[in-house]
């Protein structure tokens, strides 16, 4: 990666990092017993996930830039809308209790900061006007007839 992340890849990173853990612990607390992300399945659930892809391959395209900033600054712009419709299905997962579960557990808080962080960490990247990692080019002006 040779220190090409900037602190928007790496907030984003972070922010997914969180979600990725978020999927493994439990979400609601019902009389049945806990229920996982995976057990409460359904399409806010599916746009988290989007939003995750994204971040990651923000990260990827960031990290194997080579010639030109074009893939890395259109995985950004993805995934701030990614990341948008991320943070409201995150939302909607910590308002929503499915099969009569009582209360929430650790998971959506986790999955809601990390959404949040997804979202960040790409309006960062969009808004880093930093220098390029190349010099400019200058050409030599064409001699006149």
């Known amino acids: 990666m040779k220190g090409r992340l900037r602190v928007g890849e790496l907030v984003a990173l972070a922010g997914a990092i969180c979600v990725i853990v978020s999927l493994f612990l439990p979400w609601y607390s019902s009389p049945a017993g806990n229920l996982t992300f995976w057990e409460t399945f359904g399409p806010a659930a599916a746009l988290m996930l989007a939003a995750v892809c994204a971040a990651l391959a923000m990260v990827v395209a960031a990290a194997s830039e080579r010639e030109s900033p074009a893939l890395p600054v259109s995985t ?8 948008l419709i991320g943070l409201i299905s995150a939302i909607v997962r910590v308002l929503e209790r499915p099969d009569s579960a009582g209360s929430l557990c650790a998971g959506p808080w986790l999955g809601l900061v990390g ?5 960040a960490g790409a309006w960062f990247v969009l808004s880093d006007e930093r220098p390029s990692l190349y010099r400019p080019a200058n050409p030599e002006p064409r001699p006149r007839p």
Not at 115 to 119: E, P, R, W
């Open 115 to 119: 959404a949040i962080g997804i979202l």
């Open 76 to 83: 950004g712009v993805w995934c701030v809308l990614l990341g």
